[in-house]
């Protein structure tokens, strides 16, 4: 199978291929950030790098060459309800017609596109030049997680991943230092305005394993989002590229302590191999983890390929 993946990342599609088990004769790449291409070509030196997406017609490799899969996930910061919502307004948006442009002339067997949860009018028109509806996938059921996504795929679909239970204790490296409670958490209704101690305080308490679970807040600058302090047997807020400023998820450690997740749990959180990240700086790992597909939902995608 050739592949043709847009905006490659750190290459999320080759992990989901590996993991999936579908073999691939070419993996063709358009990707610009350089960090990102060292850490593909390290784990996948066969990859063939084509630069900028707006560039690709003038690669002769990829001439004569039936790409069967297309996949990609054009840049969402004008679409997400964390950002500004400029939507198409946002020139980043509008690299969505460099996929749509090469979709319509490279005419693959199956296709794969993903993108943020946004408007419902951006959502429409995405799914008018894509002919497909989405499928909406919170990446909570394969990791801990909470991420949702929108796929548009014309692979036939088998249903939602089958829930794995997993919350963040599950992926922290070390369990030595945190609190020995484990069993039991914050009420999700009760946590806004408060503190650790207070967490810790609380009489009444109970599992929570489907949602985030803030149980404080960190004594940090910065807005209130990013003060937040989660439980361990919650899950992990969505990803973002995390570029400082204490960006970073944070998890409590036992009272009034706090730390930010690593590096390898970022990985795990988006079922990426431990230490496939390794080779660049932290705040570059963090940030193309951020920008990264959860690999299992990914994989879960591609299964039904034949």
């Known amino acids: 199978m050739n592949v043709l993946s847009l905006f490659d990342g750190m290459s999320c599609g080759q992990l989901a291929l590996q993991r999936s088990n579908i073999p691939v004769t070419k993996y063709y790449a358009s990707e610009i950030d350089k960090y990102a291409i060292k850490i593909t070509q390290k784990n996948f030196p066969n990859t063939i790098q084509l630069g900028d997406v707006t560039d690709i017609p003038s690669y002769e490799t990829i001439k004569g060459n ?3 899969l297309l996949i990609g996930g054009s840049p969402c910061q004008g679409f997400s309800f964390a950002g500004k919502h400029l939507n198409f307004d946002d020139p980043r ?8 442009r090469l979709k319509n002339i490279l005419k693959p067997k199956y296709f794969l596109l993903e993108n943020v949860k946004m408007k419902k009018e951006s959502e429409d028109i995405i799914t008018k030049y894509m002919g497909v509806k989405p499928i909406e996938i919170n990446s909570s059921l394969v990791s801990a997680q909470n991420r949702k996504r ?12 089958k829930d794995k239970g997993l919350v963040l204790k599950d992926i922290l490296e070390d369990d030595s230092v945190v609190d020995r409670d484990k069993a039991l958490c914050i009420d999700a209704n009760y946590f806004r305005g408060g503190t650790l101690k207070t967490y810790f305080g609380k009489s009444r308490r109970q599992l929570v394993f489907n ?10 600058n910065g807005f209130d989002i990013l003060k937040r302090v989660y439980s361990r047997c919650g899950k992990s807020p969505t990803l973002t590229t995390m570029s400082g400023g204490h960006r ?3 998890t409590i450690i036992g009272r009034d302590q706090w730390r930010k ?3 390898l749990e970022c990985e795990r959180l988006q079922t990426v191999p431990d230490n496939y990240t390794e080779g660049v ?11 990264g597909w959860t690999i299992d939902v990914i994989a879960h995608l591609l299964e039904e390929i034949k």
């Not at 929108?150 to 991943?161: E, H, M, R, S």
């Not at 949602?211 to 940090?220: F, K, L, W």
């Open 66 to 68: 039936k790409i069967d």
């Open 93 to 100: 948006s509008k690299l969505f017609f460099e996929y749509i």
């Open 150 to 161: 929108l796929y548009w795929t014309n692979i036939p679909f088998k249903g939602q991943p």
């Open 211 to 220: 949602r985030c679970v803030q149980v404080g807040e960190a004594n940090i």
């Open 248 to 250: 970073e998820p944070k």
């Open 261 to 263: 997740l690593t590096p």
């Open 281 to 291: 700086s932290n705040s570059q790992r963090y940030k193309m983890l951020g920008n």
